[in-house]
Nanobody
Framework: LQLVESGGGLVPPGESLKLSCAAS????????VGWFRQAPGKEREGVAC????????EYKDSAKDRFTTSRDNAKNTVYLSITNLAPEDTAVYYC???????????????????WGQGTQVTVSS
């Protein structure tokens, strides 16, 4: 399974962004997908995840109001929408996939087997 993120860039504070995670090599519907981010000098942290069929999602507490993850298995793609972006959202955003089901531990990076290369999001005026 290969994952490729896209949609990052330089955006002013208060704007919105939609990141994509496109999969190839295996049907993405077989995988739970998580979104992580890593700011300079900080640990990679989980912000959202979505189970295989999209019925269940989980978010980091601080992300619940502004982050939304969704998926289109027919397109083998998962999305992360972020609204009202703030400078503290600046980070490299990664998607990751795991073959096990259940969202109980889906914000833990060690649970994941497959990772994309990341897309940079910079929030600045």
């Amino acid at each position: 399974l290969q994952l490729v993120e896209s949609g990052g860039g330089l955006v002013p504070p208060g704007e919105s962004l939609k990141l994509s995670c496109a999969a190839s090599g295996w049907p993405l519907e077989n995988f739970l997908v998580g979104w992580f981010r890593q700011a300079p000098g900080k640990e990679r942290e989980g912000v959202a995840c979505i189970e295989r069929l999209g019925a269940d999602t989980e978010y980091k507490d601080s992300a619940k109001d502004r982050f939304t993850t969704s998926r289109d298995n027919a397109k083998n793609t998962v999305y992360l929408s972020i609204t009202n972006l703030a400078p503290e959202d600046t980070a490299v955003y990664y998607c990751a996939a795991q073959a096990i089901s259940g969202t109980a531990t889906c914000l833990i990076k060690e649970e994941y087997d497959y990772w994309g290369q990341g897309t940079q999001v910079t929030v600045s005026s």
